[in-house]
C-alpha cells in the first residue's frame, strides 16, 4: 500500500509564491498519475493538478499559468510550484493517486493573506 506526505505550505503574501512536495513511498511515479488536491474550509476536495506516468501535466482553471506540477523519480516526490498566489488558494493541498487513491495524508496548509 502506498503512502504520501506532503509538506512545504506555509503563509505568504498575496502574490508570493510556494513549492509544495509530496513524498511518495510504495508508488512508481512513472507507472501512475498523481493529483494535487486542495480543500478550502467550508469547502469539498478540489482536484487542481495531475501528472501522468508519462510526464504529461493538466491543471484545473483555477491553476492555469499559475501553478505547475512536475517530479523528482529519483527522489519519489512530486511538486507543486505555485506563483502569483492569491487570498482564495489558501487551503489544505493534498496529493493522491486519481484512479487509486491510497490513504490519505494530513496535508499541508497554504493561507494566502496580508
Known amino acids: 500500500q502506498g503512502q504520501v506526505a506532503e509538506s512545504g505550505g506555509g503563509l505568504v503574501q498575496p502574490g508570493g509564491s510556494l513549492r509544495l512536495s509530496c513524498a511518495a513511498r510504495?508508488?512508481?511515479?512513472?507507472?501512475?498519475?498523481m493529483g494535487w488536491y486542495r480543500q478550502a474550509p467550508g469547502k469539498g476536495r478540489e482536484l487542481i493538478a495531475t501528472?501522468?506516468?508519462?510526464?504529461?501535466?493538466n491543471y484545473a482553471d483555477s491553476a492555469k499559468g499559475r501553478f505547475t506540477v512536475g517530479r523528482d523519480i529519483l527522489q519519489n516526490t512530486v511538486f507543486l510550484q505555485m506563483s502569483s498566489l492569491k487570498p482564495e488558494d489558501t487551503a489544505v493541498y493534498y496529493c493522491?493517486?486519481?484512479?487509486?487513491?491510497?490513504?490519505w495524508g494530513q496535508g499541508t496548509q497554504v493561507t494566502v493573506s496580508s
Open positions: 510504495g508508488i512508481i511515479l512513472d507507472a501512475v498519475t
Open positions: 493522491n493517486l486519481p484512479s487509486y487513491p491510497v490513504r
Open positions: 501528472i501522468s506516468g508519462s510526464g504529461i501535466t
